[in-house]
């Protein structure tokens, strides 16, 4: 295909690791975040590494001074800020985004307060935008290395998903398409609740087989709650759903998995947050997750305990016995 410019907004781990992949596909991309301190590092050491260390940029990636040089000429932009940011980062680029950019998200998780997924943010500041969202199980560590990776990429027009699946696959990172972008969205946010959960398990002493009933019966609550706010059961079981449970849920790449850990061992929620130092959007999806369960009526256990627990509502070995003594069920 023919190569394109792309500006990327936020060069943290997942946003460099794109940046570079596309970058090493020959594809002219520049890359821009809110700290300038760091994004000068980058530039002058021609690598991230505060936070993709090891991963050196080619000649076709570039650092640049602000969004608008960011988004300047580009075909596709890319957002990489995290998700409660996601809104103030696409209102600092509207005023230099035209009618024909492709936006790509790539943060996971659910608006606070709003309760908002990225892509109803994006309608709300943008409506008719060019939106695609991309998910999946995609370390940015695994992927900046270069180690094989597959991904889905989903927006409501078709011809965009396929547009996106071109400019990002490579023989390294492979591609899917999917139409249903609520579904794609909310098993990448919802994910990041159950490996809260599967690290806590970890951090307590459980063993495999509490491991693989958490990732199970999460699963089940992550589609209970997709499906309702109008997803497709499949996609739960795919790339962007049970797949990325796996590799949040079983990987120390996991900021999530060990924020979990840590609050396993017996840390509070705030200080385990301190301490993986960067964010963790399970906190704050969980929160949002808890507040559209009881609005749409769904129910979902470990959702409700990792909540409570992250509130100071109970701790972890309560959870983990009111989880055990719930009422009897067919599976």
Not at 162 to 181: A, K, S
Not at 212 to 222: C, K, L
């Amino acid at each position: 295909m023919t190569m394109k410019n792309i500006g990327v907004i936020g060069a943290g781990s997942w946003g460099t690791a794109l940046a570079v992949t596309l970058s090493d596909k020959g594809h002219k991309v520049k890359i821009w975040d809110l700290n300038a301190e760091h994004l000068a590092e980058c530039e002058e050491n021609r690598e991230n590494k505060r936070f993709l260390p090891g991963v050196m940029f080619g000649e076709n990636l570039t650092t640049a001074p602000t969004p608008q040089a960011t988004i300047r000429n580009a075909d596709v932009v890319v957002f990489s800020a995290p998700a409660q940011h996601f809104r103030s980062a696409l209102n600092s680029a509207i005023p230099y985004l035209t009618n024909d950019m492709v936006l790509v998200n790539v943060a996971k998780g659910i608006e606070q307060k709003t309760l908002k997924r990225m892509s109803e943010i994006a309608d709300e500041l943008l409506p008719n935008a060019k939106y695609v969202v991309l998910s999946g199980p995609s370390h940015a560590e695994e992927v900046g290395q270069k180690l094989p990776t597959t991904v889905a990429v989903a927006s409501k027009d078709m011809a965009l998903a396929e547009y996106i699946q071109d400019v990002f696959i490579t023989d390294r990172f492979r591609v899917y398409t999917n139409h249903d972008v609520i579904g794609v969205e909310l098993g990448g946010a919802l994910k990041n609740i159950i490996a809260l959960a599967a690290g806590i398990s970890d951090g307590m002493g459980f063993g495999d087989n509490a491991k693989a009933a958490m990732m199970t019966r999460g699963m089940v609550e992550m589609a209970r709650l997709g499906v309702a706010l109008g997803g497709e059961a499949s996609t739960f079981w795919g790339l962007t759903g049970m797949g990325d449970l796996i590799v949040t849920c079983t990987s120390m790449h996991s900021r999530n998995r060990r924020c979990g850990i840590l609050i396993g061992q017996g840390m509070k929620p705030e200080d385990a947050v301190k301490e993986v130092g960067m964010v963790v959007e399970g906190m704050y999806t969980a929160e949002a997750a808890y507040e559209l369960a009881h609005k749409v009526g769904v129910e979902m256990p470990f959702t409700d305990r990792i909540y409570k627990v992250i509130q100071g509502e109970i701790d972890a070995k309560t959870a983990a016995f009111e989880l055990m003594t719930r009422e009897r069920k067919h599976e």
